[in-house]
């Protein structure tokens, strides 16, 4: 800033009020730099320059806080555009469930009778997407719930899979992470490698030998068949392991030298100190399993053990009109879930990521 | 990804004394340095006794069928088992089912794998700025990783029907209808389903890594003017680096397991273009052929392996000028 001393043309003697010409104003919290006052004189050219130079920071300064806000409003539009992108299906599937039946065979009967030889009961050719049904209603939910049991009864199967893995899969592999996070060893080490090798494999490998197991067990098309690998899957072993290293050593040398056998430090120690990590990886297990298809199809060849999962896509164009409603009610559990714990879900992506651990 | 580096501590028998290392220089003979502490053979054996459970039951149901495995692709027959060297794999190789079941599979996670690392890692750009509403945008995205995809195949039946929305919207900008399920653009749409997954649980993952950048660093970047291309570029790409082949990984894997929503999309029988690998294991499973069954889980656990490899080389290599991040 300059200030005329006198108001003479000449400009003899000015105070300069100059600020450091480098960018310590943008860093938030960075203290204001000290203001340097100074005499001089100065000719019009001068001081003519002087302000260009001001009138240039001051426009840099504009320019630049012109194009944050633009940046964050192209973000904003780009999030909005996908979060739109992401949460159409799932609203459309809600609100579709509010139809009356015939709503949904005049909507959507093009679809659904062309996957069925059955009679064509449909009206219209066209598909009409609607977002809002013209009357809303819960005979859907009424009919799914009370008059047709079938779907109850998978909806139940899915559940009576999904208790029962995440359950001891969490036991077993919160005793196995323990092991391996605890005094690691060369024998461990290649265990632990094993561990992760079948992890990653997907499930047309694994389910081979599953299947094998399974048919020497003879536990083939029953319930067996579906709990026993879950139940030793390898996932949940890597995962707490990852978490089970993050405890300090001498957090738990310290319990050992207090008199806890390694039994008490494991329950009373680890276990409470993973409590974060098992919370988000019961999450995981539970989507993995809830959704599960490749299994059910190939283990289990009797539809009455399917769970819901393959199920629903099995249903015909006569239950169309039902379809909706199941589909909602099998989203609900998982969406509470979501709702429940997402911010565990996101705590244990990130150690998923190693980035932390 | 981390792990297999860690993985390698552990074969070197020092990860203990890495992950708790204390600062350097100080050679106290302190608890927290295993390296210098006997571990007691009790205690060796104790924690053996913990993983004692879960092994039994990897071995049983995972190590010891794929054995079998192994063994079953080498016979003729389970019944007889003639020693037939490497027959089983030429003919699974030179069936043309599988080699289309193959082919589909590869083009799909070629495709889709490196659009899903850079969508995702766009997502997490933009979500990393002050955006209004950042928490309830990432709730958003996450949202259909939770959502199961039998039931939402429905509306994506509809989206993408002849008739149906997609095509209608294609329609105003005047392009032909497609039939998208039942024609070679098919993969779009598995793509744009296993996008619409699988984005959140990426996203995620990239902003966590982006939050671990240093903060000085981008500091120092700012004091020396740089825009902020050459900030992500020179600074937070190198903290991404292992991130990125985290993230390629979990999309191989993931791609792997899209035979869900085909199947659930189109049931048993799809149209050609989506004929993948699952379907092709399937009937074999229906038909109780071992010997291509193991000959062709052989083949795709090798082929696994191999990216698997490719992947955590091309991490050792560009990871390394943050190695001591």
């Known amino acids: ?357 | 990804m981390k792990a297999l580096k860690s993985l390698n501590d552990l074969l070197s028998a020092n990860a203990r004394q890495k992950t708790t290392k204390e600062a350097p220089g100080r050679h106290t003979k302190s608890l927290s340095q295993p390296k210098y502490m006997p571990v007691r053979f009790k205690d060796m054996a104790l924690s053996f006794l913990f993983i004692i459970p879960s092994l039994i039951g990897v071995v049983l149901f995972f190590g010891a069928p794929f054995g079998v495995v192994i063994f079953y692709s080498l016979v003729n027959n389970p019944t007889r088992c003639e020693f037939v060297g490497l027959s089983n794999f030429s003919r699974v190789l030179h069936n043309s089912a599988f080699l289309m079941a193959a082919r589909h599979t590869m083009v799909f996670s070629a495709i889709a794998v490196p659009l899903a690392v850079v969508l995702s890692l766009l997502l997490a750009i933009v979500l990393e700025n002050k955006i209004p509403g950042r928490s309830a945008f990432r709730s958003m995205f996450l949202s259909p990783m939770m959502v199961p995809i039998a039931s939402i195949v429905l509306i994506w039946q509809v989206l993408f029907h002849y008739n149906g929305l997609v095509n209608q919207v294609i329609g105003i900008v005047g392009i032909d209808k497609i039939d998208w399920l039942k024609s070679d653009q098919a993969h779009f749409v598995i793509i744009a389903l296993f996008l619409w997954k699988n984005l959140g649980y990426n996203m995620i993952l990239f902003m966590a890594a982006l939050s671990s950048v240093p903060e000085d660093q981008l500091e120092v970047a700012r004091l020396e003017n740089a825009n902020a291309w050459q900030t992500f570029w020179y600074v937070k790409f190198r903290y991404l680096s292992s991130t990125i082949v985290f993230v390629a990984l979990m999309s191989l894997i993931n791609s792997f397991k899209v035979f869900r929503e085909i199947y659930l999309m189109t049931g048993d029988y799809p149209y050609d273009a989506l004929y993948i690998l699952q379907h092709y294991m399937n009937n074999k499973f229906r038909n109780l052929d071992y010997q291509d069954l193991s000959a062709a889980a052989i083949l795709m656990s090798g082929v696994m392996v191999v990216l698997v490899a490719v992947l955590f080389a091309i991490e050792e290599h560009v990871g390394k000028d943050v190695e001591n991040s």
């Open chain 1, 1 to 357: 800033m300059i200030r005329h001393r006198d108001s003479s043309t000449e400009y003899r003697e000015c105070i300069v009020e100059r600020a450091p010409q480098n960018r310590w104003m943008d860093i938030e919290g960075a203290k204001p730099p000290k203001v340097v006052r100074e005499k001089k004189s100065y000719t019009k050219e001068e001081i003519r320059k002087e302000i260009a130079l001001y009138r240039k920071f001051i426009r840099d300064h504009k320019r630049k806080k012109r194009i944050e806000v633009l940046e964050i409003a192209i973000g904003t539009i780009i999030c909005g555009i996908f979060s739109v992108i992401f949460l159409l299906p799932i609203v459309l599937t809600v609100t579709n469930s509010f139809m009356s039946s015939s709503e949904i065979s005049s909507n959507y009967g093009a679809i659904f009778a062309t996957t069925s030889t059955g009679g064509k009961v449909f009206i219209s050719k066209t598909v009409n997407l609607k977002f809002i049904p013209d009357i809303i209603t819960l005979s859907q939910y009424y009919v799914a719930l009370f008059k047709s049991p079938a779907y109850l009864f998978k909806f139940w199967n899915s559940v009576i899979y999904v208790v029962p893995i995440v359950v001891f899969q969490l036991a077993v592999s919160s005793l196995a992470s323990y092991g391996f996070a605890r005094y690691t060893g060369r024998v461990k080490g290649v265990i632990f490698f094993l561990y992760v090798i079948i992890m990653m494999m997907p499930y047309q490998v694994t389910l081979v030998p599953n299947y094998l197991v399974s048919e020497y067990l003879d536990i083939l098309d029953t319930r067996w068949a579906i709990w026993l690998p879950g139940i030793f899957s390898p996932f949940a072993v890597y995962m707490l392991t990852k978490f089970m290293r993050r405890i300090p050593v001498s957090v738990l040398e310290a319990a050992r030298i207090d008199g806890a056998n390694e039994w008490s430090i494991f329950t009373d120690v680890a276990m409470p100190l993973c409590k974060g990590g098992i919370v988000s990886i019961a999450i995981l297990i539970f989507i993995d399993y809830w959704n599960m298809v490749e299994q059910p199809i190939i283990l289990l060849s009797d539809d009455y053990l399917h769970p819901l999962s393959v199920f629903l896509s099995k249903i015909n164009s006569g239950e169309i009109s039902l379809a909706f409603a199941v589909a909602v009610i099998y989203m609900v559990l998982p969406m509470l879930v979501f709702l429940y714990g997402e911010e565990y879900l996101i705590e244990g992506i990130t150690y998923q990521g190693g980035v932390k651990g």
